[in-house]
Nanobody
Framework: QVQLVESGGGLVQAGGSLRLSCAAS????????MGWFRQAPGKEREFVAG????????YYPDSGKGRFFPSREDDKNTVYLQMIDLKPEDTAVYYC?????????????????WGQGTQVTVSS
């Protein structure tokens, strides 16, 4: 089992930045591929970015790189999502997810473990 706990969400003005954190426990963190998703009210959960177990590969949605950048610190069992130039449409609950398998994984069903989410609200 893997436990994931997100933090770092909050209220920010448009154009601002936030860094989300996701702390993992319960399994060797370095074996886990990590993903970030978000879900706005009434919308499906969507892939934001992912990072491989080694940290060597960064994955983005088909729409492109955008303004969100994942990173990880294995000695802290933590993955991050740096978000810049935030817009009101970025308002959502942000989730981190984990899977013990390689490759780009952009669909929620491809992940085995989920955090509880952290709210990000961007005001105009």
């Amino acid at each position: 089992q893997v436990q994931l706990v997100e933090s770092g969400g909050g209220l920010v003005q448009a154009g601002g930045s936030l860094r989300l954190s996701c702390a993992a426990s319960g399994r060797t963190f370095s074996t886990l591929s990590m993903g970030w998703f978000r879900q706005a009210p009434g919308k499906e959960r969507e892939f934001v970015a992912g990072i491989s177990a080694s940290g060597s590969f960064i994955y983005y949605p088909d729409s492109g790189k955008g303004r969100f950048f994942p990173s990880r610190e294995d000695d802290k069992n933590t993955v991050y999502l740096q978000m810049i130039d935030l817009k009101p449409e970025d308002t959502a609950v942000y989730y981190c997810a984990a899977v013990s398998a390689p490759g780009r994984r952009a669909r929620p069903r491809e992940y085995d473990y989920w955090g509880q989410g952290t709210q990000v609200t961007v005001s105009s």
